[in-house]
């Protein structure tokens, strides 16, 4: 979330759209609808009426995988009805930046495509440079090469007709929408968007979730009380985890993995430090060789050198051009490539798409590890459903891990808030934290390579790994200062805005990451947690202090919020370019002519009518300013709206490109894949339910929520269910391309059927909360049915749109 | 009835509900009630009705109002806890009776499973658990409340859909919510049976509700029962203080409500 969950109590529109949360995320509706006691207009734009909805002003059912060509819709309203927040867009986003002449968008396809390789050149995704390599800009907003007016151009194809055959929404419900949302495109109006899967399960997923950014800036409500892009993240840490790395392209706190083509240290920080001749941008990634020295000198301590680049040789590396995500782990296992797997409190062989596939592929294993507080489908494969166990080589190993009230540690927030939680009970029997299963794994590790050599041995002699309490066991504290960081050797820092300076000793806890190094002299694990202690050791994650001095519900005092305790990210965008506030009713930041006020800002500079030292809003973005040409994307600098892998459509209603250009398509004999197939006449979608879990794999083992949601169910349309003589309760089968799954049939009044080219197409949706292992007469994974398939920028699977057939069974 | 220090009611409001069913789970947690094994009927609602060990459950129904907008109603059913509850009037053992909140509990110790109450309830409310042969139902945490804390369903609620407090507080509350609501709105308990310690705030009208009498009242055989016959059971237990007569006493009116009910 760029803001918190608090802080949708001070939306007066919120948009919840790929996102069901009154049911996975209760508790931020609770502030949703403190937004709603307070006059706030809210909307539930779905493909299902689901508890969301009922809580909601009203409903817009829309097809799963359209939600860009809605969102591009709601652009081409705004930008053609002159709603967008003028003052904003030309100060604080590239609308005014000048593009490339030879930047150009062609049938649905950008400028630089490559066809074999399905990826773009993207040489002409560029800006038009002044002598000193500043962007060229037009702050009328009316040179035709404008970010502005090409913008305005690619959504102007988004019609109000061309949209609602595309979505299956009225035009009547279109505009409504449009104008609600677009009513806080003024300085006293906040209007904030929560999504969360269903905007990421798409293989367009990541351009959803910028066309929304789009919108967000041409209405100002990026940076603002009540305003952001917030992603609803949920209770297993996604949060924490995605700062920590575990996506496969980044090292913790969002820096780059390393790869083939930066074979040093040197190339690699070239490549990935942003530059910029405009003295007005803060460009702070400018920093990115101290976050990474500091990250390297946290792994591997004194071993870590200048002459031996602090270790960088010793950590692997991306083969360059390849991915390395979930669906092409289990792909390459699939092919026998990959002999062992460690699955730490996870499902994949019901959670991951295509699980017939994934199952196949665990049996090409040689060893499996698992780590989990129950059994679970994954660990015990080899006597599944169809699977005969004196056909399997793969040894399991089941490790019993300690449950989340079991050991210390910290959770973060989507809010970004990291709170320091205590052990409540010890784990039972044998069962440890993964932090003690890993520190035991590591120590046998480390003795096997000193004892016999290996491979690489140094990477892992070196590491350093003091993560050890008096007893020997881990300590997630010591853990977590690594992670803030400290000072490597006595010194002192200087201010430079003021020039203050300050003496730190050796063996104090760096305050901030400002004040990191890259001469190796600082270490820090995670350069977005560091602050999080005090220099002497004051854990900030476990504050609890209720104080409000805005009244907005920022609570500095109440655990630690990264970056620098900054509760709303991009705030120096709420106030104009002298640095006030649009908007004195809620004001979270303010310019005192010598200071800021309020929030914790976005750097302490002046506002950025001071031209010598002032600086620009989006101090992250190399330009300082909000991406409304957005080249970062591998689709294109404007998203645009492509048809799921699967699905109702041979042709694309936009262009003649069907799918996303750029995804990635999977090979192998399990990958079937059937678009516009009347075998599969039925858009399916996926969710969970609030009663279960994820997988399921812990929230079935517990009788009251079993009793509450037992089985596996579809739910399908009255008008659906009456043409395929299904009642309620029956049986049904469940089909694919890929696989089948028996279950009963929901049948409801909350899916209607959609109008889409003139056509009439239903959708039906199923949770994905069930596998074979318990309960023992239960159903099977619901992944059976999805394809392998992801966004291209993340590879996050595309859960939610695909095609099945129903029948009875 | 007996003084109480302070009447508490609990008021449930529709309108905020998001049916996470937080509060069906806590009310099992807390009372330490067994799950049962259950299927799907086709619906989220599940158990399908009340049981003996399910105190609470939301029930969810899909509802197209008579302007043609669907809606999904969840309202989360439990025991009413009357004023003048019938169930109290019709027990022959005094197993049910008002605590000092002004609720209904049950005390299960001296229950006789005669299942009275079962009919008597214009709620049905009261359930029966053939293996215990005894009486089970909500009794708005009796042992939360004497130990200042909020009955578990509503400590579990996330959105304030289920608060409660001092009866006068909660129904002017309860008005106050109404008129802001406004449109088809209303409130639903003080009305009838002397006013029940469990109220809603209804965004459509009672009577569109599944199982929710509009007009609740004790019935006519409970107001007999009560000033002809239970005088005697009463005697019979100050006298006596025997199960066994009065066993004897309660039979014949508890076979006139079974064969009347069409039971068993």
Redesign the interface.
């Known amino acids: 979330m760029t803001n918190h969950y608090i802080d949708l109590k001070n939306a007066d529109v919120i948009l919840i759209m790929g996102s069901n949360a009154a049911e996975h995320h209760p508790m931020a509706f609770k502030w949703i609808l403190r937004a709603k006691e307070k006059g706030a207009q809210i909307i539930h734009v779905d493909p299902r009426y689901t508890r969301t909805s009922a809580r909601c002003d009203y409903h817009v059912p829309l097809r799963s995988g359209t939600d860009i060509a809605f969102l591009g819709g709601m652009i081409n309203y705004i930008a053609s009805n002159d709603k967008f927040f003028h003052d904003y867009v030309v100060n604080y986003t590239n609308a005014p930046f000048l593009v490339n002449p030879d930047f150009q968008f062609n049938d649905g396809l950008f400028s630089g495509y490559n066809p074999e390789k399905r990826k773009y050149d993207k040489a002409t995704w560029t800006f038009q440079m002044d002598a000193n390599g500043v962007p060229m800009k037009d702050f009328t907003l009316q040179d035709p090469r404008c970010v502005f007016q090409l913008m305005k151009q690619h959504y102007s194809r988004y019609t109000l007709d061309k949209v609602s055959s595309i979505t299956g929404v009225s035009k009547e419900n279109l505009l409504k929408v449009y104008e609600a949302y677009a009513s806080t495109g003024v300085p006293d109006k906040a209007g904030t968007e929560c999504y969360a899967l269903g905007w990421t399960h798409h293989t367009t997923g990541s351009q959803i979730i910028r066309t929304m950014s789009m919108i967000q800036l041409l209405l100002g409500n990026m940076g603002i009380a009540g305003g952001g892009v917030n992603a609803l993240r949920g209770e297993p840490n996604v949060q924490g985890s995605t700062d920590h790395c575990i996506l496969y392209g980044n090292l913790p706190g969002y820096l780059k993995m390393l790869n083939t083509s930066c074979p040093d240290l040197k190339t690699y920080l070239e490549h990935y430090t942003p530059k910029c001749n405009d003295p007005q941008s803060a460009n702070f990634y400018i920093n990115y060789p101290k976050f990474t020295v500091s990250f390297l000198k946290a792994m591997y301590g004194d071993a870590a050198t200048p002459e031996n680049e602090f270790g960088y040789n010793w950590l692997p590396k991306l083969d360059d051009g390849k991915h390395y995500s979930l669906m092409h782990l289990f792909d390459k296992m699939y092919e026998g490539k990959i002999k062992g797997l460690f699955s730490y409190g996870t499902d994949p062989a019901v959670s991951s798409p295509n699980s017939g596939k994934v199952r196949k592929a665990l049996e090409k294993l040689d060893f499996l590890v698992s780590a989990n507080i129950f059994d679970n489908e994954t660990c015990s494969f080899w006597h599944g459903p169809g699977v005969d166990p004196t056909q399997v080589k793969t040894e399991c190993f089941l490790l019993p891990a300690a449950a989340t009230m079991e050991k210390e540690g910290s959770q973060s927030n989507s809010g970004r808030w990291v709170q320091w939680k205590y052990k409540a009970v010890n784990p039972p029997e044998d069962a440890l934290a993964i932090g003690d299963i890993q520190i035991r794994i590591m120590d046998t590790i480390k003795a096997l390579y000193a004892k016999e050599g290996g491979p690489n041995a140094e990477s892992i002699l070196n590491l350093k790994w003091d993560y050890k309490d008096g007893k020997g066991n881990f300590d997630a504290l010591k853990v977590a200062k690594q992670i803030n960081g400290y000072w490597l050797a006595d010194s002192t820092y200087e201010d430079k805005l003021t020039g203050a300076t300050k003496d730190f000793k050796k063996g104090e806890l760096v305050p901030s990451f400002g004040m990191l190094k890259d001469d190796g002299t600082t270490s820090c694990g995670n350069w977005i947690m560091s602050g999080s202690f005090d220099e002497k050791g004051l854990n900030k994650m476990a504050k609890r202090e209720k104080d409000d001095p805005t009244g907005l519900g920022l609570y500095p005092n109440w655990a630690y919020c990264w970056p620098v305790n900054r509760r709303i990210i991009y705030n120096r965008a709420s106030c104009d370019v002298n640095g006030k506030p649009y908007n004195p009713k809620r004001k979270i930041l303010a310019w005192t002519g010598d200071k800021w006020v309020g929030d914790v800002p976005d750097g302490p500079w002046p506002p950025q009518a001071d031209k010598e030292k002032g600086k620009y809003p989006f101090i992250m973005k190399q330009d300082g300013v909000g991406s409304l040409f957005g080249p970062g994307m591998v689709e294109g600098p404007f998203p645009e709206h492509y048809e799921p892998l699967e699905g109702p459509l041979a042709k694309n209603p936009l262009s003649n490109q069907l799918i996303n250009p750029t995804i990635e398509i999977f090979k192998s004999e399990l990958d079937t894949v059937a678009n516009a197939s009347e075998k599969f006449p039925y858009v399916c979608t996926t969710y969970s339910c609030t009663e279960h879990w994820c997988s399921g794999a812990l929230t079935r083992w517990q009788a009251w929520l079993l009793e509450m949601q037992p089985e596996l169910y579809v739910e399908i349309g009255e008008q659906l269910a009456r043409d395929l003589r299904i009642g309620n309760a029956d049986w049904v089968h469940v089909s694919s391309a890929r696989g089948r799954v028996k279950c009963r049939a929901m049948v409801t009044k909350r899916f209607v059927p959609f109008k889409v080219e003139g056509k009439t197409v239903h959708q039906v949706g199923l949770p994905f909360n069930y596998g074979w292992l318990y309960p023992e007469d239960g159903s099977d994974s619901t992944n059976f049915l999805t394809p392998t398939v992801g966004d291209a920028n993340t590879f996050c699977p595309e859960y939610k749109a695909f095609m099945v057939n129903v029948e009875r069974a | 009835m007996k003084e109480h220090k302070m009447e508490y009611v609990k008021l449930i409001d529709t309108t ?1 509900c ?5 509060c ?2 806590a009310c ?2 807390w009372n330490e009630n ?11 609602q ?2 399908q009705d009340l049981e003996w060990n399910t105190w609470t459950l939301i029930r969810f129904q ?1 509802y ?1 109002d008579t302007d043609g907008n ?5 309202r989360k059913d439990g025991c009413m806890h009357c004023t003048d509850a019938a169930c109290v009037r019709a027990c022959p053992s005094g197993a049910l009776h008002h605590t000092d909140y002004g609720v209904v509990a049950h005390n299960r110790e001296i229950c006789i499973g005669c299942k009275a109450c079962t009919s008597a309830c214009p709620f049905d409310i009261p359930r029966y658990n053939k293996t215990t042969e005894k009486i089970y139902k909500c009794d708005l945490c009796y042992d939360r409340l004497k130990n200042g804390q909020p009955a578990a369903c509503v400590k579990a609620c ?3 859909a289920i608060t409660m407090g001092e009866k006068e507080t909660m129904i002017k509350k309860a008005y106050d919510r109404v008129e802001k609501l406004g449109g088809k709105a209303v409130v639903y308990g003080d009305k009838f049976v002397g006013g029940t310690h469990v109220m809603y705030i209804l965004s459509e009208p009672p009577a569109v509700y599944d199982k929710l009498p509009v007009k609740p009242s004790v019935p006519m055989s409970v107001i007999l029962w009560k000033n002809l016959f239970k005088p005697f059971t009463l005697i019979g237990m100050g006298a006596i203080a025997g199960a066994a007569a009065l066993h004897y006493l309660i039979k014949g009116p508890h076979e006139v409500h079974e064969k009347k009910e069409g039971e068993e």
């Open positions: 905020l998001t049916a996470c069913r937080g069906q789970v099992k947690q067994p799950a049962s094994k259950t299927q799907n009927h086709g619906s989220y599940n158990p899909e197209t669907f809606k999904w109603l969840f996330i959105t304030g």
